[in-house]
């Protein structure tokens, strides 16, 4: 059987690539397919990245590599644990994940290249295990050049231009926030997924899905002229949700990037009202941890991760929202609420 290094060496001599950026790192996205090609351009084109003709830039900070050729063997002597969808097997630094009959391997931390094999099985080319696999990919390739992904939305409050991150698990009601709050005219990041980092002058925060994903239940009682037009397609493997453009809602009110001021994990109670607990520091990097199982599969990158993730912690006032029905029945209390805090 082949080892790591072997296993992480380029494999295709020609391949069609394009070059992105975001956070000041330029990343190199190669294919060997045209339709490969394609997939992931329309699947990049749901992140904020900005594409960028490379050269003008400098060389990439990361390449990830999407194949189509049958991937090699496994090497040897690796443990494996099951993760959503998928099997991982790693030697806690580099690590292969299998999943939904393709493979993504991720090499260690200095490698600079992350290598994604699709599958060429009927299950393996349906739009939802493409999805699923990029979805794996992507998060690994932005770990590698310092960009660690965070299930959580964040919105500014316009007046003290203070930044809010609402860290949850799904369907703890952040997508309901984020519609409420930049309709009471908050600036928005994203309602879901958030990349973090360290700046020059603490953590920052960065929104990494373009569209929001949104519910009836998240929809209901919201007032917003325009909706039908800014309401997509349902979600592949998830039928009950669909996109929503927030640009067309809200047009304006995007915000690349901020410092979070603070932290807040939101529980939605069904009580009549809504109510803000402090939350102590210790618990509240408890649970981003909890949130963020790659802090520690991933060994490679986990010091820097963890890192980011207490880092925010100490620089964020850190709460508790008990989100109860007058958040959800009155568009601006949610707004009311939180703009209490600054």
């Known amino acids: 059987m082949q080892n790591c290094e072997s296993i992480l060496e380029p494999r295709v001599e020609s391949v069609s690539g394009r070059f992105y950026e975001i956070a000041d790192r330029l990343l190199s996205v190669e294919s060997d397919a045209e339709w490969a090609t394609r997939f992931a351009e329309v699947f990049l084109s749901g992140l904020h990245l900005s594409p960028s003709l490379g050269h003008n830039v400098g060389p990439a900070h990361l390449r990830l590599k999407i194949m189509t050729e049958p991937p090699p063997p496994l090497p040897a002597n690796l443990q494996g644990f099951k993760v959503p969808g998928g099997i991982c097997y790693t030697n806690h630094q580099s690590y292969y994940l299998e999943v939904k009959g393709s493979r993504v391997a991720v090499g260690p931390k200095d490698s600079?290249?992350?290598?994604?094999?699709?599958?060429?099985?009927?299950?393996?080319?349906?739009?939802?295990?493409?999805?699923?696999?990029?979805?794996?990919?992507?998060?690994?390739?932005?770990?590698?050049?310092?960009?660690?992904?965070?299930?959580?939305?964040?919105?500014?409050?316009?007046?003290?231009?203070?930044?809010?991150?609402?860290?949850?698990?799904?369907?703890?009601?952040?997508?309901?926030?984020?519609?409420?709050?930049?309709?009471?005219?908050?600036?928005?990041?994203?309602?879901?997924?958030?990349?973090?980092?360290?700046?020059?002058?603490?953590?920052e925060a960065r929104g990494l899905r373009r569209p929001f994903q949104t519910s009836d239940d998240s929809l209901g009682g919201c007032e917003l002229p325009g909706l039908d037009d800014a309401l997509g397609l349902a979600i592949p493997g998830d039928p009950e949700k669909r996109r929503l453009d927030p640009e067309i809602l809200f047009p304006g009110q995007f915000a690349a990037a901020a410092q979070p001021a603070v932290l807040c994990f939101p529980v939605i109670t069904g009580e009549s009202e809504s109510r803000l607990a402090e939350t102590t520091k210790g618990d509240a990097m408890m649970r981003l941890i909890e949130m963020c199982p790659w802090s520690n599969y991933d060994r490679s990158s986990a010091p820097e991760h963890l890192s980011v993730l207490g880092h925010l912690v100490r620089q964020c006032k850190t709460y508790t929202l008990h989100a109860g029905r007058d958040i959800f029945d009155e568009q601006t209390s949610a707004s009311t609420l939180l703009a209490s805090l600054v």
């Open 112 to 203: 600079k290249q992350v290598e994604v094999w699709l599958g060429d099985s009927a299950h393996a080319r349906v739009t939802t295990s493409l999805i699923t696999t990029m979805a794996y990919a992507m998060p690994a390739a932005l770990r590698r050049i310092g960009l660690y992904d965070l299930h959580a939305a964040a919105l500014i409050e316009p007046e003290s231009g203070c930044c809010f991150v609402f860290a949850g698990t799904s369907r703890s009601g952040k997508t309901s926030l984020s519609l409420r709050l930049a309709a009471s005219g908050w600036h928005y990041l994203s309602d879901d997924a958030v990349l973090i980092s360290e700046g020059e002058k603490g953590v």
